[in-house]
């Protein structure tokens, strides 16, 4: 049986409007050629960013529990009692239990996440596990400006951010959320965990895993575009290649195209060169004078910061 040809094959027709389809097309039609990480995370770039966090090399997440492990009393004791409690980008609510189990009296606890599957289960489970906790979920894009009620007089509202997510947006993108950020907390404060600055190899090691992983989480976008868009990308003809820029303090993750080679877009014919990338993700590192002086910039007072003691990670308060 002679083997299907792709000219045989009838192209899906192109979902033109579909927003990851008017990205994909966007960032192969400039130059540099770049999009924005958000793509990675479907179903399986989700359960493999998972398994990032467990990898020996990827330090940020444990770290940072370690921190809220150590330090979530103290937190508790700057946030005070009978506070609102928002976390952006939830997912599955599970570090904040951490500070959900020293808190006093919390008022209300709202998780925000662009996933509302995601959400409805954490919620689920934390109503299970805090059955005094009154729990609000919102499922939108914490990047936009959020639509909350005003919290009760005399409830301070405290915002929750981990993980250094922070660190994926650029410069101007991380200004803006914050300065939206000081004015939804305004009279509370923000819990920040920031990745910081530090020996490059380390960094490097972090984004260049022996297993793979982060390869394959990185190669997932094109393999998600080829499910849902239709696309006909070749992942072995893409390598994953990560690296940090010391002058920019970030991680810089691209996917560079091992061959000459034409892609096709819906009715779009796209080139790409030998060596070519496209940049998929930056992973800014903070020192905490420069996280300091950025959050004064949106409007916050930086207050104290937990690290652990190799000073690879910080958890930041910043009274709004
Ligand atoms: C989600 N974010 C903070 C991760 C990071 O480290 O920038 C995403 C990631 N990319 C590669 N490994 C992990």
Known sequence: ?????????????????????????????????????????????????????ELPEYYPTRTERAILQAHAREMADVIGPGA??????????????????ELREPRCFRPVDIS?????????????????????????????????P?????VRRVGFFPGSTIGNF???????????????????GLLLGVDLVKDPQRLHAAYNDRQGVTAAFNLNLLARANRELGT???????????????????????????CRQDVRLGGTAVEIEEGETLHTESSHKYTLDGLGALALQAGFRPGPAWLDEERWFCVQWLAA
């Open 150 to 154: 005003a919290p009760e007089p005399g």
């Open 232 to 258: 006909r990308f070749d992942l072995s003809a893409f390598d994953h290649y990560a690296f940090y820029e010391p002058r920019l303090q970030r991680i810089e993750m691209h996917l560079v195209s091992r």
């Open 116 to 148: 509302a599957a995601h959400l409805q289960a954490a919620a689920a489970g934390l109503r299970r596990d805090y059955p005094g906790l009154d729990v609000q979920p919102l499922a939108a894009d914490y990047t936009q400006r959020l639509l909350l």
């Open 170 to 188: 650029t410069p101007e993108e991380a200004l803006a959320f914050l300065r939206g950020a000081a004015e939804l907390l305004r009279g509370g």
């Open 1 to 53: 049986r002679p083997a299907a040809s792709f000219d045989t094959v009838a192209a899906r027709p192109w979902p033109a409007d579909e927003p990851f389809a008017r990205d994909l097309l966007a960032a192969f039609t400039r130059r540099p050629r770049s999009i924005s990480p958000k793509w990675f995370y479907d179903a399986e770039g989700s359960r493999l960013f998972d398994r990032i966090c």
């Open 84 to 101: 609102e409690l928002v976390e952006f980008g939830a997912g599955s609510c599970d570090k904040v239990r951490l500070i959900l189990d």
